[in-house]
């Protein structure tokens, strides 16, 4: 199983295989605060790289969740569908949103490791 | 312009608020135990509200103010005891909403609450409706802190004793440190409690008393759920000056004396708005499911046509569920009548439903 690697717009993705799973990092959800709604992808559904893949909402707002890579979605956690609040729990294990058949596996590449991230997450928060 | 800071900002700080700006004042969103937990805990234990940002407008005088106020406000103010409160609003003449507000008879004149977004304006349309004749403070010098729940009526009077003798929509003078406070048994959440008025060098040391004493701190992040469950209008989403009373279903608010006697600014169109009906009128909205349908959202009837919109909406945490409000054609705000709301492109099934979604009783009466 490879490195876990994260995107600019603050999801995470574990590759296993050509299999990758993607959520939303702990960073995206203590910007957002208590998450109350979560929309998914469509199991069979194909998802291009820094596409809308989902929704989040807090009590405040809505945000969009992208994919950081392209590929078909194989499965979705329902979960986090029946109670959101999982999300804040536990973003970066548990609560993950969707697994896909990645497409291109170079487009792995173009993401951030942690050590990049977490320097990323917090100079665009200060 | 700078932005506006109240005589809590410091406390805030110190309690690592998430500051918003919100009609020109540094306004704390929430605090870090986050909005679903100040919401919960202010329906089950008690929470602290600055509402420092609102207007408090004093205006002196007697006999004559009152009948000239009973120009303005569709209230019957000559039968309004003192130190007791109404809730009404600021209409023009085509009755259309300028400001909601609480107005409560004090033993000099009438206190007024207004909102802040509103009050400087509302300040200058009673200047000239009024023809400066009667001295007008909006008082600058006063915080307005308000703490809600049941358990506030405990707190509070340990702080300030015999507070809790005072019944839903009255008040009086109490004192706190030697210094003259107001306090009102009101509020904006659907809970017993009360709003104090009190000088701002003093606010921050009652406000730390009643953390003290087990209250906590409650950002607007949490009031805006907590208002919308108690099914309470927020002006400039659900109220505004698109809107009259009547349309917005608050003709609770409005004398039945005083709508007979048809003399008060927008009285025309309100008697005929309630003789004829009106073609859009505010009601509860249920999404099924979880969908949150927020403020501009779309509603659509069972044949898909476009018949009102969503003034606000979130997700309610004591109702664990989505929740809105809004305007609909007036022939679908019939209670259980099924609507669609249209949420980032697709139609998702709701009905109107009466309000509040979240009901618990007030203290009437004590005595």
């Known amino acids: 199983m490879s490195e876990v690697k994260y995107s600019k717009e603050h999801e995470w993705i574990k590759l296993d295989g050509d299999v990758a799973t993607i959520g939303i990092t702990k960073h995206a959800t203590e910007m957002l605060g208590d998450i109350v709604f979560a929309e998914l992808p469509e199991k069979g559904s194909n998802v291009e790289k820094d596409g809308t893949a989902g929704v989040v909402e807090s009590t405040k707002a809505a945000s969009d969740v992208y994919t950081p890579v392209s590929g078909e979605v194989v499965d979705t956690n329902q979960a986090i569908v029946d109670d959101p609040s999982k999300i804040n729990q536990d973003p970066e294990n548990s609560a993950w949103f969707f697994k896909l058949k990645i497409k291109d596996q170079s487009e792995m590449d173009t993401l951030m490791n942690k050590e990049d991230y977490d320097k990323f997450a917090k100079e665009t928060s200060a | ?367």
């Open chain 2, 1 to 367: 312009m700078d932005t506006k800071k109240t005589s809590l900002y410091q406390l805030h700080q110190d309690s690592n608020a998430k500051f918003v700006e919100f009609a020109g004042y540094q306004m704390p969103i929430q605090y870090a135990e986050g909005i679903v937990e100040e919401h919960k805990f202010t329906r089950n234990h008690s929470g602290i509200f600055d509402v420092s940002h609102m207007g408090q407008l004093f205006i002196y005088g007697d006999k004559d103010l009152t009948s000239d106020l009973e120009k303005i406000f569709p209230l019957d103010l000559k039968n309004l005891k003192l130190n007791h409160s109404k809730y009404s609003f600021l209409m023009d003449k085509d009755a259309r909403i300028h400001d909601d507000l609480i107005i409560t008879k004090t033993n000099e004149g009438f206190l007024i609450i207004l909102n802040a977004a509103c009050k400087d304006n509302d300040f200058k349309i009673l200047k000239e409706l009024l023809k400066e004749k009667y001295k007008m403070v909006l008082d600058e010098n006063r915080s307005l802190i308000a703490i809600q729940g049941p358990k506030s009526s405990q707190i509070l009077n340990e702080v300030v004793d015999g507070v809790r003798d005072l019944n839903f929509m009255s008040g009086n003078w109490f004192s706190f440190e030697s210094q003259k406070v107001y306090i009102t048994r009101s509020g904006y959440t659907g809970e017993d409690g009360f709003e104090i008025s009190i000088p701002n060098d003093f606010a921050d040391k009652f406000t730390r008393e009643l953390i003290n004493k087990g209250s906590k701190l409650i950002g607007l992040g949490a009031r805006d759920t907590l208002r919308l469950e108690a099914g309470l209008c927020l002006y400039g989403h659900d109220l505004d000056k698109d809107k009259t009373p009547v349309e917005a279903n608050l003709k609770w608010a409005i004398s039945k004396e005083r709508i007979s006697r048809g003399d008060f600014i927008g009285s025309d169109i309100i008697i005929k708005q309630l003789n004829n009906g009106v073609s859009k009128i505010r009601v509860g909205i249920k999404p099924e499911g979880r969908i949150i349908a927020r403020e501009k959202t779309k509603i659509f009837n069972q044949s898909d046509v476009h018949i009102g919109e969503i003034t606000s909406g979130t997700f309610g945490p004591s109702v664990n569920g989505p929740v809105a409000m809004g305007y609909v054609e007036n022939e679908f705000s019939k209670k259980n009548t099924k609507v669609f709301l249209e949420v980032r492109g697709k139609k998702h099934p709701a009905s109107i439903c009466s309000l509040p979604f979240y009901k618990k009783s007030y203290v009437k009466g004590v005595n």
